[in-house]
């Protein structure tokens, strides 16, 4: 059996990416630079033959924009695609729209580490009618209320990605395609630490960059080859994931 190619991107430079805004669940679009991002993004596959047969994005735009930008970009704009909420963004609760400068001065390094990396300390739960909620926003009517998180760590990440990790992504790639995962620093985040098998502490100091696609090779169980992936850029994703780690200060 040939295990198929995995391609994690995260999405390009959002405008709240910009602001130093806390965003989760909130569909905030892409900046320019996100846009340039998400487009070398599609060249470096290109450059490196790692070309897409499936792809699978959010429900959010700025991942949904950056998955369309990068097939473009590498002329695989055509591939088949499918959408989850499963794959958004960690919802950030009562934290969505707030500064993350301002949340580390008033609520010290501490907490605001605790509700940004630990693996099980959710932020305070948003309220329903919050200008901040998704609670009636028509893309998650279908859902039962008490799938619509009002808040998430990482392990509820975890926790809600994985079954369309298996029911989706999983037949595709041991059906021998390359599949490209277009989503979110928090919910790629919880996909690496299952494929890696990262420790709860561990995962604190992991951060993903935007734009830079990772390569995970993987054997016939479905663990990385090599782990942690290979970036396409490793030098260039280096530096983007301190920038991300040292937010807020
Ligand atoms: O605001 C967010 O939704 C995320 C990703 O941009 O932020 P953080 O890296 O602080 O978890």
Redesign the pocket.
């Known amino acids: 059996m040939t295990v198929g190619t995995l391609v994690l991107l995260r999405h390009g430079e959002?405008e709240?990416?910009a602001k130093n805004?806390?965003?989760?669940w909130?569909d905030v679009d892409l900046n320019a630079k996100g846009e340039a991002e998400a487009r070398r993004g599609g060249e470096l596959l290109k450059e490196h033959g790692l070309l897409p047969d499936v792809v699978h994005t959010s429900v959010l735009r700025r991942a949904i924009r950056t998955s369309e930008i990068a097939l473009h970009a590498a002329d695989r704009h055509w591939i088949p695609v499918r959408r989850h909420w499963r794959l958004n963004?960690?919802h950030?609760g009562a934290?969505?729209g707030k500064d993350?400068k301002q949340t580390l001065q008033e609520y010290g390094e501490e907490q605001f580490m605790l509700w940004?990396?630990s693996y099980d300390t959710p932020p305070p739960p948003i309220g329903e009618n919050d200008e901040f909620s998704q609670f009636a926003d028509p893309r998650y009517a279908a859902l039962p209320p008490e799938l619509k998180p009002r808040t998430e760590c990482l392990k509820d990440v975890l926790e809600r990605a994985l079954p369309y990790w298996y029911d989706a992504v999983v037949p595709d790639l041991l059906s021998g395609q390359t599949v490209l995962v277009a989503a979110?620093?928090?919910s790629l985040r919880a996909i690496v630490k299952h494929l890696d098998q990262v420790s709860d502490e561990a995962i604190a100091k992991l951060?993903i960059p935007t734009g830079i696609p990772l390569r995970y090779d993987l054997d016939d169980n479905l663990r990385p080859v090599t782990a942690g992936g290979a970036y396409l850029d490793p030098e260039l994703a280096k530096e983007a994931a301190a920038a991300?780690a040292s937010?807020?200060r």
Request: aromatic share 14%.
């Open positions: 959002s709240w990416n805004l806390f965003t989760g909130v963004e960690r950030y934290l969505q993350k940004r990396r979110h620093g928090n951060n991300v937010q807020g």
